[in-house]
């Protein structure tokens, strides 16, 4: 049987008929190249065209013009969370469509589409305010909080994603809605961590918290003493405050490295830290200081794996230690991480190893000895094991809004989540987690 045929994705159909406000790249156009790619340098996308969108209009057309022509849809705004080659797709590039606007009265911030956290940090900073940032300035603030979003603020203030307040989005139907708690609730609970299968976002206000300086920064030792520092790490995790975050590193050049952030009194940060360093050894380099939150980029451990732990065990730490050809980052979970609920994230667990490297068989295993099997969005490379980010009621949750608001699946580049079966008893989902949420609280 011959196959359907498939529409002619660069003909002349849509080059007539893509009327846009902002620039559109066609293949072998001057901007095609330069914003077709996203940051992972494996992938090299060939999508039908790019669509650079001014604003929301921009936003609405392409999603109208990809239903129509049958083509995929896929988003990108800076390309740092793209783990797919969206070939043959429409690309709807929203890195054009950045403003910041700040109500330091009501601490909340309003972004595009685009905005980069560095754009946000900069305009918060002089209210002394932040906004839950993570660890690169570069990255995009709608991706990355659709992602969970945690950063070095979450013990204390929460994932970026519990902060959200308001979205303007342009969902399958190509209807620009505004989403908040009491319009559309349901929709409203999914993109405050359920990922980048509901819409397209057009704009974010989010709370902003009350953080102005910060000690922060990394201390690093030899690699010698780990075992001690992570068995150490297992116990001290459980005294610390929610005020103080921490990652344990280990480097492919030999050192233990220890990251930390404390919003409050520095000395009474060293204090709470010195037991940790204590059990590290000698100091090679003390980076720590006392700086102004947006001035305190944290940097990351590229993350081929990421697994969430229910506690470092002998096993696990043995295998991590022998592991000297991989970087290894051990982060700390919990605080006010694990007291609210939303969509985002498993929030039971205390720990996550990212490794940058494929596992060896030893930690693969001493990984699934001590693993919850559970992961986050923003650090899942994997759309295969995209339902391993949420917890189950969540994910049925979650389908359930996705068949309400996009029933045919128009949105599924990237992390997906699926619509659930049409269901002639469906209750509005997110209703009920919210039901559940406000009955737990
Ligand atoms: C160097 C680095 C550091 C990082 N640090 C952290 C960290 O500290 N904490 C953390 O939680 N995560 C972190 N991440 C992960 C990051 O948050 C995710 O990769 C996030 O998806 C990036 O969003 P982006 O818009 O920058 O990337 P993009 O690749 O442009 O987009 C990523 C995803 O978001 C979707 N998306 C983007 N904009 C929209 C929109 N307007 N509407 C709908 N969907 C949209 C896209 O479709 C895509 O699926 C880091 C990543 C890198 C590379």
């Not at 080659?85 to 429409?90: E, P, S, T, V």
């Not at 307040?165 to 359920?194: F, I, K, N, S, Y």
């Not at 919003?263 to 709470?272: E, I, K, N, S, V």
């Not at 794996?305 to 982060?331: H, K, N, S, W």
Request: contains cysteine; neutral net charge; aromatic residues 6%.
């Amino acid at each position: 049987m011959n196959p359907a045929p498939r529409p002619d994705l660069t003909g002349m159909t849509i080059r007539r008929t893509l009327r846009m406000d902002g620039p559109v790249h066609w293949p072998g156009d001057d901007g095609y190249d330069a914003y077709r790619k996203p940051l992972n340098p494996d992938l090299d996308p060939r999508p039908a065209v790019v669509v650079r969108a001014a604003g929301p209009a921009d936003v609405r057309r392409a999603v109208l013009a990809a239903r129509r022509d049958a083509l995929p849809l896929a988003v990108q705004a800076t390309g740092h969370g793209t783990h797919v080659a969206h070939d043959g797709a429409l690309l709807l590039h929203t890195g054009a469509m950045t403003s910041v606007q700040v109500d330091p009265d009501r601490r909340v911030a309003r972004v595009a589409a685009g905005t980069r956290w560095r754009d946000v940090l900069d305009a918060t900073a002089p209210f002394g305010l932040a906004p839950l940032s993570g660890s690169s300035p570069d990255v995009g603030v709608v991706g990355y909080t659709l992602g969970g979003g945690l950063g070095w603020l979450a013990r204390a203030h929460g994932l970026a994603a519990d902060s959200v307040l308001r979205a303007q989005v342009v969902t399958a139907d190509g209807t620009l809605r505004t989403v908040d708690a009491d319009r559309e609730p349901e929709l409203c609970w999914a993109l405050r961590g359920g990922g980048a299968s509901f819409g397209v976002v057009t704009a974010l206000e989010f709370r902003l918290h009350p953080v102005d300086r910060v000690y922060a920064g990394a201390v690093t030792f030899g690699r010698d003493r780990a075992a001690e520092t992570l068995a150490c790490y297992r116990r001290w995790i459980e005294r610390v405050p929610d005020a103080l975050s921490t990652a344990v590193l280990l480097t492919r050049d030999g050192k233990l490295v220890v990251k930390a952030m404390y919003a409050g009194d520095p000395d009474r940060g060293r204090a709470l830290l010195a037991p940790l360093w204590r059990a590290a050894g000698p100091v090679v380099d003390d980076g720590m200081r006392v700086v102004e939150y947006a001035r305190a980029a944290m940097g990351g451990t590229f993350a081929r794996t990421f697994d969430q732990v229910r506690a470092l065990d002998d096993e696990l730490v043995a295998a991590l230690v022998a592991e000297p050809d991989a970087g290894v980052e051990i982060r700390h979970w919990g605080g006010r991480i694990a007291r609210d609920c939303g969509a985002a994230a498993h929030r039971d667990a205390p720990l996550s190893v990212i490794l940058d490297t494929v596992p060896s068989p030893r930690v693969a295993a001493a990984l699934r000895g001590a693993g919850l099997g559970s992961s986050f969005l923003n650090f899942l490379p994997d759309p295969a094991r995209t339902a391993t980010a949420f917890t189950p009621e969540n994910w049925t949750a979650l389908r359930r809004v996705k068949a309400a608001y996009d029933p045919e699946n128009f949105f599924r580049a990237g992390h997906a989540v699926p619509p659930a079966p049409a269901d002639p008893n469906y209750l509005p989902c997110g209703s009920a987690a919210l039901s559940a949420a406000t009955t737990l609280s």
